[in-house]
């Protein structure tokens, strides 16, 4: 824990100090080589580090002068070990005034999240002895320490980035403005209109440069679109989407405080503000992203609305009506609406001894199904989001693109008080307990009351699993644990890479169907690890790579496609 300061005694805070490690050597360097630096932090030719008169502070230890001389004359590369040393010091104690400000800035620009609570105490310190911008390094050390232990900062001093775009961390609210202005800290607002000005500059010179930046698939382009042209286009093109080159725009009107074109793009779109002037009802946002390999995607999108801080309001997802498809992408599947299915939908209750209640089960079965027909069954989770699967199931089915088989898929665990409970039941390692009682109910229960139902096949090349996202996981892990049981495991954008101490034997392994958009990050990541795990282990599998976000689309489009590669 960091000791508390009396915010109100000091302002005028240095705005450098939240600048990276490099920049801070540099400046350290510079100041030394204009005139050098006392131990008591004042050059020769009279200027003060910190801004403190000179003598308002006792002369500190040499060896912690010493190392502080090293750190600001030190390459990045070098200064980590320095602060080491310099945080081991038994003399650090009684470093005061503006010593004890450039120790805190040296602890937190180049130490560990160890070292951050003594920067802290060290610039509480210096802030209470009146040197200036002490307050601004305390505010950094607590957002960063907040931030590290999983809650919100609470002065707002830390910006990361998202897709390339500057992003204000969660504030948590605590500290009002006036506060932040005692202690040398802009406004939120302010610093909100700072990281919004420097994005547009980051995305104007990202729009006048051909390609992506380094390990980037998509990011944001701006070009100051008028706000007539964009109205004019979002006329034409009512869902609010277009293609030009390898641009994508997103237009919409709005009157809330911000709109996210989720759920494939999460960067929020900027309002027109010369549309905003001219009274004309709701305003106009836009946004507009370079994408990799654009004319090959499906994106599916909606306009969310967006609170004051930049969180989606009410904190709901919303829906995803409309959708992007590039020329070159695959071609759209057939799809019956759930009121003209061909085949049969029935939901159940069934009774787990294993889970200790009951668990719901959708099950599609094929047009004329028969009990005798021993047909190949496909066990799936996530059941309560099944039925866009299965309207295009259906109409392979229907048209014999797909064979005739039997998706039994149980739903997952309600959402109650105890934590994410279907990543406990679906994925190793979270909740061991859980894990186990539901492997037992989803490979014994379910599948016995399946084939006793339905009449589905025993026939381990007749059986398959399948999942998607953390599904996926469970997908996987199913398939290598019960790998006597499944010929078929079809796991698409899975979160969790194989692991290395995991005894693969690709001689006895089921059939892996893997897929995984471009745009979903570490899904597409951990997906694509298994699908070099998967060839160096000489074990059969597929993979799709497609140009889709952690969505639903590629997900359905895809499933027709493995169950016929399965028992075509």
Avoid at 280 to 300: F, N, T
Avoid at 375 to 391: C, H, N, Q
Avoid at 425 to 443: A, I, K, M, S, T
Wanted: proline share 7%; aromatic share 6%.
């Amino acid at each position: 824990m960091l000791a508390g300061i009396e915010i109100g005694s000091v302002s005028g805070a240095d705005s450098s100090l939240t600048a990276q490690p490099v920049s801070y050597c540099k400046r350290m360097r510079k100041s030394r080589a204009r005139g050098g630096m006392d131990s008591d932090g004042t050059t020769s030719d009279g200027e003060r580090d910190g801004g403190a008169p000179p003598g308002e502070s006792a002369q500190p230890d040499s060896e912690v002068a010493d190392l502080l001389a090293r750190i600001e004359m030190a390459e990045p590369t070098e200064a980590p070990l320095l602060v080491q040393m310099l945080a081991r010091s038994p003399n650090l104690q009684q470093a005061d005034g503006p010593v004890a400000l450039r120790a805190a800035r040296a602890l937190s620009v180049h130490g560990g999240p160890q070292t951050l609570s003594i920067a802290g105490e060290l610039a509480a310190r210096a802030h209470r002895s009146g040197q200036a911008g002490a307050g601004v390094v305390f505010a950094e050390c607590a957002d960063k320490m907040s931030l590290l232990s999983g809650r919100p900062q609470q002065f707002g001093t830390v910006v990361t980035q998202h897709l390339g775009d500057l992003v204000l961390a969660p504030v948590d609210g605590s500290v009002d403005d006036e506060s932040r202005n005692r202690i040398g800290l802009p406004t939120l607002a302010q610093r909100r209109a700072e990281i919004d000005r420097r994005n547009r500059e980051l995305s104007r010179e990202r729009a006048d440069t051909p390609g992506l930046p380094p390990g980037q698939r998509l990011c944001r382009v701006w070009r100051d679109p008028s706000a007539q042209f964009l109205a004019s286009r979002l006329e034409a093109d009512p869902a609010g989407c277009w293609a030009d080159g390898d641009e994508l725009t997103f237009v919409c009107r709005s009157d809330a405080a911000g709109v996210l074109p989720g759920p494939v793009i999460e960067l929020p779109m900027w309002r027109i503000d010369e549309n905003r002037s001219n009274g004309d009802g709701d305003d106009l946002w836009a946004l507009s992203v370079r994408i990799e390999r654009l004319s090959e995607a499906v994106i599916g999108y909606g306009f969310w609305p967006l609170d004051d801080a930049g969180s989606l309001l009410g904190g709901q997802r919303g829906p995803v009506p409309h959708r992007f498809r590039g020329p070159d992408a695959p071609a759209e599947l057939p799809s019956h609406p759930d009121d003209d299915l061909r085949g049969t939908t029935q939901v159940h209750a069934i009774d787990s001894t294993a889970l200790r209640t009951k668990r719901t089960v959708t099950v599609y079965l094929p047009p004329d199904h028969s009990v005798a027909e021993r047909l190949p069954v496909l066990y799936a989770t996530d059941g309560g989001m099944i039925g866009p699967y299965i309207r295009r199931l259906d109409a392979g089915v229907t048209n014999e693109t797909v064979p005739r088989f039997v998706l039994v898929a149980a739903h997952s665990a309600p959402m109650g008080g105890y934590g994410n409970e279907r990543a406990m039941e679906y994925l190793p390692g979270f909740d061991n307990d859980r894990f186990d009682r539901h492997q037992r109910f989803f490979v014994e229960e379910l599948s016995a009351w399946a084939e006793q139902t339905f009449g589905v096949s025993d026939d381990r090349s007749q059986r398959g699993v399948f999942g998607a996202s953390d599904g996926g996981g469970h997908a996987l892990a199913v398939g290598h644990m019960h790998r006597d049981k499944y010929g078929h495991a079809m796991a698409y954008s899975t979160g969790m890479p194989p692991n290395e101490q995991m005894n693969w034997n690709a001689a006895e392994a089921p059939f892996v169907h893997l897929c995984a958009g471009t745009l979903e990050g570490g899904f597409h990541q951990a997906t694509e690890a298994w699908a070099a795990w998967l060839h160096f282990a000489k074990s059969p599998h597929d993979w799709t790579e497609r140009v889709c976000g952690h969505d639903l689309i590629q997900w359905i489009e895809e499933l027709p496609r493995a169950v016929a590669r399965a028992w075509g």
